[in-house]
């Protein structure tokens, strides 16, 4: 099975920071990779695809990058509804298999 | 408006049984694979088990292989997981969500989810 290794596995931030999550997996899975945010109590939801397609309705401010093993969510300017835990996923092979997670939370 | 119901979730023995469905609406569900992917509380994401569009391919977790059985009627729009010998660590929420993980559509939607809880 492909590890998706995700870090770091929480981080304190403001209102208006750049924040950078990385996923590392442990074969390359081409652009294969999504990523997800979840908010308390709430269902995940898909904000990228293909590594780097942001999901109809999700803001501009949310992007992706990466190819291979090496991948990166990024919020340009953080705002308040953006905490929440995010979530990498890779669909290149069988098992689809999810990083372990990054909790955001307010500093 | 694509929108995916779970229900059958429930408090159930260890070594008991319980069958979760998924009740789809807003797509041509015959056209898309489908998914279980399950969260243990205050845990991450697991995925379950997939089906083909027409049944033909099904994949499952090894945490599951040989216990649960996922299958689906298209005629009713839904999706189904039989799950069997439940244990401890079967304890979660049980999502359902659409698309092929060998294509974009991977995990596109998914259901509220339905609570699975394995206790005596």
């Known amino acids: 099975d492909i590890q998706m290794t995700q870090s770091p596995s929480a981080m304190s931030a403001s209102v208006g920071d750049r924040v950078t999550i990385t996923c590392r997996a442990s074969q390359g899975i081409s652009n294969y990779l999504a990523w997800f945010q979840q908010k308390p109590g709430k269902v995940p939801k898909r904000l990228i695809y293909a590594a780097s397609t942001l999901q109809s309705g999700v803001p501009s401010r949310f992007s992706g990058s990466g190819s291979g093993t090496e991948f990166t969510l990024t919020i340009s300017s953080l705002q308040p509804e953006d905490f929440a835990t995010y979530y990498c996923l890779q669909h290149n092979s069988y098992p689809p298999t999810f990083g372990g997670g990054t909790k955001v939370e307010i500093k | 408006e694509v929108q995916l119901v779970e229900s059958g979730g429930g408090l159930v023995q260890p070594g008991g049984s319980l069958r979760l469905s998924c009740a789809a609406s807003?797509?041509?569900?015959?056209?898309?694979?489908m998914n279980w992917v399950r969260q243990a509380p205050g845990k991450g994401l697991e995925w379950v088990s997939s089906?083909?569009?027409?049944?033909?391919?099904?994949y499952y977790a090894d945490s599951v292989k040989g216990r649960f059985t996922i299958s689906r009627d298209n005629a009713k729009n839904s999706l189904y997981l039989q799950m069997n010998s439940l244990r401890a660590e079967d304890t979660a929420v049980y999502y359902c969500?659409?698309?092929?993980?060998?294509?974009?559509?991977?995990?596109?939607?998914w259901g509220q989810g339905t609570l699975v809880t394995v206790s005596s």
């Open positions: 969500a659409r698309g092929y993980c060998s294509s974009t559509s991977c995990l596109d939607y």
């Open positions: 089906i083909s569009s027409g049944s033909s391919t099904i």
């Open positions: 807003g797509f041509t569900f015959s056209d898309y694979s």
